[in-house]
């Protein structure tokens, strides 16, 4: 059960194509983040909107680019990825501050071939 | 840059034995976070300890925060087949205006029946 909805669930793309992965929050939280997960690395954090406004882009390449339309939804857009791009994308949200806990979506399995 | 490590990164445990899991960071937390992630799911939040020293459990789940608010532990009994997964522990800094999350790389948990 998650108040976190991610789609879609699973995404196979060539590196020409482009695509969007989308994140929808039903917790009334007022933060959402983008994290990729690859295997044998820690979660890592990409992008953070708070109040709609990004507030966190940790060097991410401009291939990934994020748009938080309102605090409830969240995409990432996805175009000219690479193979070692393929991973697990998280969306998660928060309430903005200390001590408010992440609730993560099911996430996105991307593959880039 | 804020570091939190985990060791070990991989645990065996027989059905029915007990086993620890650390974290520990390189600077001085405000709070500590636990999640789960079963395989193939996502991570899911367990705990939080902001207490100097603080211990909560959580069933057959032992959570320490370290006196100097450095390092945290988790400590399972009597591990149960349920209890598969990777655990990771996540610390935030107590800097203003700087409310991001470090994630360690995790502890995987098998469990031999």
């Known amino acids: 059960e998650t108040g976190v909805t991610q789609t879609p669930r699973h995404l196979v793309m060539g590196m020409t194509n482009k695509k969007s992965l989308k994140c929808e929050q039903h917790l009334g939280h007022n933060a959402m983040y983008w994290y990729k997960q690859s295997a044998k690395k820690p979660l890592e954090l990409m992008f953070v909107?708070?109040?709609?406004?990004?507030?966190e882009n940790n060097s991410v390449p401009s291939r990934f680019s994020p748009e938080c339309p309102n605090s409830s939804h969240l995409f990432l857009h996805l175009h000219t990825l690479q193979p070692e791009d393929s991973a697990l994308y998280l969306c998660a949200s928060s309430q903005q501050g200390y001590n408010s806990p992440l609730h993560f979506g099911n996430g996105t399995r991307l593959t880039v071939t | 840059g804020q570091q939190v490590m985990q060791i070990p990164q991989y645990q065996h445990v027989q059905e029915g034995e007990d086993f620890t899991t650390y974290c520990n960071s390189s600077?001085?937390?405000?709070?500590i976070q636990w999640y789960k992630q079963r395989p193939g799911g996502h991570p899911v939040f367990l705990i939080q300890?902001?207490?100097?020293?603080e211990v909560k459990k959580q069933k057959r789940l032992t959570f320490q925060f370290g006196e100097a608010k450095k390092n945290s532990s988790l400590h399972i009994t009597a591990t149960q087949t349920t209890d598969v997964g990777t655990y990771f522990c996540?610390?935030?800094?107590?800097?203003?205006?700087?409310?991001?999350?470090?994630f360690g790389a995790g502890t995987t948990v098998t469990v031999r029946a």
């Open positions: 996540a610390g935030q800094t107590p800097r203003s205006n700087d409310y991001k999350l470090s």
């Open positions: 600077t001085t937390l405000s709070n």
């Open positions: 300890l902001v207490k100097s020293g």
């Open positions: 909107y708070n109040f709609k406004e990004q507030t």
